[in-house]
Structure formats: structure tokens, C-alpha cells
């Protein structure tokens, strides 16, 4: 599987947009995915997963009820719809995708294929 993540951009405090991430591959739609973001100087972190079936979402604190994680399996994508955004979800983000294991496994090393990030920059 290879993924390629698209859709950041700049945006205002309280705006949105909508990430993209395309994985190619026949069984794209068994794996477990993610999104996770990283600044300069500070670790990825975990931002949100999804089921392969899309029925089971998972979402650190700071964003949920902002963020959602859908996919499409028809199509091999998964999205990550971002809401009410702040200055502090700015951030490169990337997708990423696991073969096997528990959603709840939130680790980077939990994740066996990553895309490129894409930069989201939300200005105060």
C-alpha cells in the first residue's frame, strides 16, 4: 500500500478543510488507518484513526468534537474533516496505515506505512 495525503492549506482561526488521503493497493480497504501531525522540534502525534470498515473511529482529546475521520472504500480514501480550527492545530499532517492491530494501538510504531504530509497553517 502506498498512501499520498492532500487537501492542507491556510486557513483563519474558526475556518476548515478537509485532508485526503489516497492509498493504492487491492487490499487498502482492510487496513487500519490514521492521521497524525508534527511541528518542528516536537514528536508526531496521534490525531485520529479509523476501522477498516469505517464503523470505529478513535480521536485524541484536543480534537474531538472538531475533527472527523470518514473513508471510502470504494474510492480508497479516508478523510479527515477538520472544524473550528486554532492556531495550535497547525502542523504538517500525515496518514497512515497498519496491516493488523487494535485501533486503539495510537503509537507511531503501530503503523507500518506512511504518505507525505501535507501542511495545515491556521493563522490567529
Known amino acids: 500500500v502506498q498512501l499520498q495525503a492532500s487537501g492542507g492549506g491556510f486557513v483563519q482561526a474558526g475556518g476548515s478543510l478537509r485532508l485526503s488521503c489516497v492509498a493504492s493497493g487491492r487490499t487498502a480497504s482492510t487496513y487500519r488507518m490514521g492521521w497524525f501531525r508534527q511541528t518542528p522540534g516536537k514528536e508526531r502525534e496521534f490525531v485520529a484513526a479509523i476501522s477498516p470498515s469505517g464503523d470505529n473511529s478513535l480521536y485524541r482529546d484536543s480534537v474531538k468534537g472538531r475533527f472527523t475521520i470518514v473513508r471510502d472504500n470504494a474510492k480508497n480514501t479516508v478523510y479527515l474533516q477538520m472544524n473550528s480550527l486554532t492556531p495550535e492545530d497547525t502542523a504538517d499532517y500525515y496518514c497512515?496505515?497498519?496491516?493488523?492491530?487494535?485501533?486503539?494501538?495510537?503509537?507511531?510504531?503501530?503503523?507500518?506505512?506512511w504518505g507525505k504530509g501535507t501542511l495545515v497553517t491556521v493563522s490567529s
Open positions: 497512515a496505515a497498519s496491516a493488523s492491530g487494535s485501533l486503539y494501538y495510537v503509537g507511531r510504531d503501530r503503523y507500518d506505512v
